[in-house]
């Protein structure tokens, strides 16, 4: 089969041990002819060869935090039109072609595109929440307009507000988690680097958000993005991702408490 027109786009994609899943990550970037960057911070299995045979660029970068690390992807790209995908995101055949047909006549105008963010369970298999839990993420992008702030802790992008997205309805499919635990796992892991990067809040008003405040948290997720539609399996899910919101909170309080002392108790 022949390769596609190179497309003046580049994909940048963080990495640490994503063996199991970078393969199919990078195969259908390149397979809409863009550039791929993948910006590794120390895997010790083969991400590298993975990703290396699939046709993407391997930069080796140790870790300096989410937004910087993304940065160091935009730095190592040779267009200016970006797409940043986690290890976890696949384009679908549908939103290949919308990405296709933007560069057909060559670069568009500078701007930004907000992508439908589509999760796919590990259960059961071949199953995609298409209704529920969807979200939009502004991933692709002209540096010339936004770039990735430069923080350890925040890696989305800051929308000047004189731009307005524009959005691209193809599901990017999100392999989020491999199971339950290790979805916790993210939760822990995320909650604890959100809560010792931002800034931290009022002691008073975090003791509030650990009282009252894993109810919403849930409640948004459950109800608002309608992860009931799931089952059993959607509400147990749902609890996760709240209680990753609601862990920051605490894990926030324990560094009040910590510099207190001891007399706190």
């Given at each position: 089969?022949?390769?596609p027109a190179n497309i003046p786009l580049s994909c940048y994609i963080r990495t640490l041990n994503e063996a199991s ?162 979805q916790m796992a993210k939760a822990n892991h995320g909650s604890t ?73």
């Amino acid at each position: 089969m022949n390769q596609p027109a190179n497309i003046p786009l580049s994909c940048y994609i963080r990495t640490l041990n994503e063996a199991s899943r970078i393969g199919p990550v990078v195969e259908k970037v390149v397979e809409i002819g863009a550039e791929v960057i993948i910006v590794d911070s120390g895997s010790t299995d083969n991400t590298r060869e993975i990703a290396q045979a699939a046709g993407a660029t391997v930069i080796d970068k140790k870790w300096e935090g989410n937004g910087f690390q993304k940065r160091n992807g935009e730095d190592a790209a040779s267009n200016d039109w970006l797409l940043d995908l986690d290890a976890d995101e696949v384009l679908s055949p549908e939103l290949q072609d919308e990405i296709r047909a933007l560069f057909t006549n060559g670069a568009p105008e500078p701007g930004i595109f907000s992508l439908r963010l589509v999760t796919v369970p590990p259960v059961p298999k071949g199953v995609v929440w298409n209704t529920c839990n969807l979200a939009w993420r502004n991933k692709l992008y002209h540096k010339s307009i936004v770039r990735m702030p430069a923080h350890a802790a925040w890696d989305q992008l800051e929308i000047p507000p004189e731009t307005k997205p524009k959005r691209l309805n193809g599901a990017l499919l999100h392999y989020s988690f491999q199971n339950v635990a290790q979805q916790m796992a993210k939760a822990n892991h995320g909650s604890t680097v959100r809560a010792n990067e931002t800034k931290l809040k009022s002691k008073g008003f975090l003791a509030l958000r650990i009282l009252f405040g894993f109810p919403f948290y849930f409640s948004k997720k459950y109800i608002k993005q309608k992860m009931y539609r799931a089952g059993v399996y959607g509400f147990a899910c749902a609890a996760v991702i709240a209680s990753n919101r609601w862990l920051k909170d605490v894990k926030m309080y324990e560094l009040h408490l910590a510099k207190k002392g001891r007399n706190e108790i």
